[in-house]
Structures are given as C-alpha cells and as structure tokens.
C-alpha cells in the first residue's frame, strides 16, 4: 500500500474512534436527565455535533479509502477501528477489558496484520 493509502486508513481510524468517543461523552453526561429532556440536553452539547462532524468527514476518508483498495481488503483493515475504540473507551472512559475482549482485540489486531502484509 503506498503512503497516501496508509493515511487515509489512519485517518479513518482516528475519525471513527473520535467520533464514538465523543457521542460517548454526550450520552454519558449525568446532568443529562431522562426522556426528552436528556435528548434537549444531549442536542445542546457541543460532543454530539463533534461526533456527527466526525462521521461526515470519515465518510469522505472511507470513500477515498475504498476507491484505492479492493472492497474485501478495506472492509477487513477498517475493522482495526474497534480495537482503537475499546481501547480509547479503556482510557478515557475508564470501562473493563475482560480476557474474552483483549483475545478479541489481539485476534482482530492479528488479522488487520495479516491483511494489512498482504499484497
């Protein structure tokens, strides 16, 4: 893969993981309340429209990604984006990583491997 493929995969990767983190952030808020009130609150914090702006832009990354990758391969390297979630949700979000999900991760984080060596 040459430099302009790998950046746009990091790109992707990285506006994926922002934009879950930050609609993680809006939907956690404790001062949110329930009901309708929740989703004004929600609506009114700036994490939730970071979030949306993410996806927007991951999108054009994700269309220019797959234009210069065959679809399977793509789809399979774009997967490594859960691990990067987890991962994030761990450290700003303080949730668990049991033994079933760090297999998991090293199992997709081996597969992203393999078909990231692959010609």
């Not at 430099?3 to 506006?15: E, Q």
């Not at 700036?46 to 797959?66: K, M, T």
């Not at 949730?95 to 990231?116: C, H, Q, Y």
Request: overall charge positive.
């Amino acid at each position: 893969m040459t430099p302009w493929i790998w950046g746009l995969w990091l790109v992707t990767v990285a506006l994926d993981t922002a934009g879950q983190l930050a609609f993680k952030a809006a939907a956690s808020d404790p001062a949110a309340g329930d009901g309708i009130a929740r989703w004004r609150h929600m609506l009114s914090r700036p994490w939730l429209w970071l979030g949306g702006a993410c996806y927007v832009f991951e999108f054009l990354a994700w269309i220019a990604f797959l234009s210069l990758v065959p679809l399977g391969r793509g789809v399979l390297l774009g997967s490594i984006n859960i691990v990067a979630i987890m991962l994030a949700g761990r450290w700003l979000f303080g949730e668990r990583l049991t033994p079933l999900r760090l297999a998991g991760m090293s199992l997709i984080g081996l597969g992203v491997a393999l078909v990231g060596a692959g010609a």
